[in-house]
């Protein structure tokens, strides 16, 4: 079992930052990935960026030059810089772990982030 735990969501103005960070707890392998997702209301979630434990990363054609995904192997925690939030960033944010050696992936609850118009 793996327990993501997310912190960093919140409220902020068009054009500020923020950053995420989702610490994964349980049985973690170290070879693994993990990533965030976001789903506005009424849409379906969808990629944000992703990056391995050898530190390779993906970025949805959004986000790309704005926001910024690294990891703390040491700590298995994953965060998520965002600058430059625009409105359309508005959406429940997921965490995400998953391994090829685990038969399941895993999610977090999810963290509310909110920009202003």
């Known amino acids: 079992q793996v327990q993501l735990v997310e912190s960093g969501g919140g409220l902020v103005q068009a054009g500020g930052s923020l950053r995420l960070s989702c610490a994964a707890s349980?049985?973690?392998?170290?070879?693994?990935?993990m990533g965030w997702y976001r789903q506005a209301p009424e849409k379906q979630r969808e990629l944000v960026a992703t990056?391995?434990?050898?530190?390779?990363?993906n970025y949805a054609d959004s986000v790309k030059g704005r926001f910024t995904i690294s990891r703390d192997n040491a700590k298995n925690t994953v965060y998520l810089q965002m600058n430059s939030l625009k409105p359309e960033d508005t959406a429940v944010y997921y965490c995400?772990?998953?391994?090829?050696?685990?038969?399941?992936?895993?999610w977090g609850q999810g963290t509310q982030v909110t920009i202003s118009s």
């Open positions: 349980g049985s973690i392998f170290s070879r693994n990935t």
């Open positions: 990056i391995t434990s050898g530190g390779s990363t």
């Open positions: 995400k772990y998953s391994s090829s050696y685990s038969y399941r992936d895993y």
